[in-house]
């Protein structure tokens, strides 16, 4: 059976926008606080990326990132 992963899964957008209008037209943005932020909403993080977490059906968390604002760690 599926579980959800340790560590959210990244994905690189060209379009945060229209996927964040999607993720919450399907009720999964997360309901969490990411660093102090919520982070369910588009926010510039402290490291720079401009994201947004959601969930997948299984639980997996998910992050969205605007292409050009990737954190290359």
Do not use: M
């Not at 994905?11 to 943005?29: I, M, N, P, S, Y």
Request: net charge negative.
């Amino acid at each position: 059976a599926p579980h959800p992963a340790a560590k959210a899964l990244y994905f690189t957008v060209k379009d945060l926008d229209a996927v964040f209008a999607r993720a919450e037209a399907l009720g999964c943005v997360s309901q969490e606080s990411v660093h102090g932020a919520p982070g369910g909403q588009i926010s510039v993080r402290p490291w720079g990326e401009r994201s947004f977490y959601a969930g997948d059906k299984w639980g997996n968390p998910l992050c969205f990132v605007e292409a050009g604002t990737t954190y290359p760690g």
